[in-house]
């Protein structure tokens, strides 16, 4: 298992882990631990918040910091996956032209243009969350990166892939999908548990999110591609942990408003 673990630190993150052989055994709970990578950047989170609130530091700056740290720790995977797959989703192409638009190493001028978009949006909801939301909803916000996690790993080992190869296949083909999909799906359900002790009312808002764009992603992978691919995992990853910060935000005003 701890060998699971490092392989799974290994692939979504840029941690330093010991080097060793992947064999077959290894290879088949490691999507179980991809929630890990969510629960580093989370604490990782928490402690900088900390040190941010003992000291003067604009909300601007703290969400700045906020976003970047998981750029950071991960190495920019999931930007990079939303990226190709904007590109692929802007070209108006059939699936197989799609698809090799996805593999192509280059970057595109409608990739840059949308995780502009996604950043700002991003980063401008994160400001203003420093600015209005409660304490306790950070702690819903800081377990979201797990969360997401959660919820991509349960679309990798359950959902129909788009194509035979790729890096997503390659490190599922010896998962054992059914416990894989069970443990991740208890992972979500504990995390969520914590969200509903940490409030309430953005654990609520964070499920309802959660199901709208599981349900996005399912439907726009499968009209566009046929099914999912390493590089969709990044672009769900990249849009559902954006879509908790805009929601975090919503909550709280819709709790003024009929409070």
Not at 65 to 90: E, K, N, W
Request: with cysteine; aromatic share 14%; net charge neutral.
């Amino acid at each position: 298992m701890l060998k699971s673990l490092a392989i799974a630190i290994s692939m979504y993150s840029r941690i330093p882990m010991p080097q060793f052989e992947w064999k077959e055994k290894d290879m088949k709970y490691a999507i179980c631990f991809f929630p890990v990578v969510g629960l580093i950047i989370g604490v990782f989170e928490y402690l900088i918040w900390i040190l941010e609130i003992n000291f003067y530091v604009s909300s601007l700056t703290k969400a700045c910091i906020l976003i970047a740290i998981p750029l950071m720790v991960t190495g920019g995977i999931h930007a990079d996956g939303f990226i190709d797959t904007s590109d692929a989703f802007s070209s108006f192409q059939d699936k197989e032209k799609k698809l090799e638009i996805m593999k192509d190493p280059h970057v595109g001028a409608f990739g840059i243009l949308r995780f502009t978009i996604l950043l700002l949006i991003y980063l401008g909801f994160t400001n203003q969350a420093f600015e209005v939301c409660v304490r306790r909803q950070f702690y819903c916000i800081f377990a979201s990166f797990m969360l997401a996690r959660c919820l991509s790993g349960l679309a990798a080992v359950t959902l129909k892939s788009a194509k035979t190869g790729g890096t997503l296949q390659t490190f599922l083909k010896d998962s054992n999908r059914n416990v894989a999909a069970g443990i991740l799906a208890v992972e979500a359900i504990a995390v969520f548990a914590f969200m509903f002790v940490a409030n309430w009312k953005t654990a609520l808002g964070f499920l309802i999110c959660s199901v709208v764009m599981y349900i996005y992603y399912i439907h726009r992978t499968s009209v566009q591609l046929g099914g999912i691919t390493g590089d969709t995992e990044g672009w769900y990853l990249c849009i559902q942990e954006t879509a908790y910060m805009v929601t975090a935000v919503i909550v709280w005003y819709l709790s003024i408003l009929f409070i």
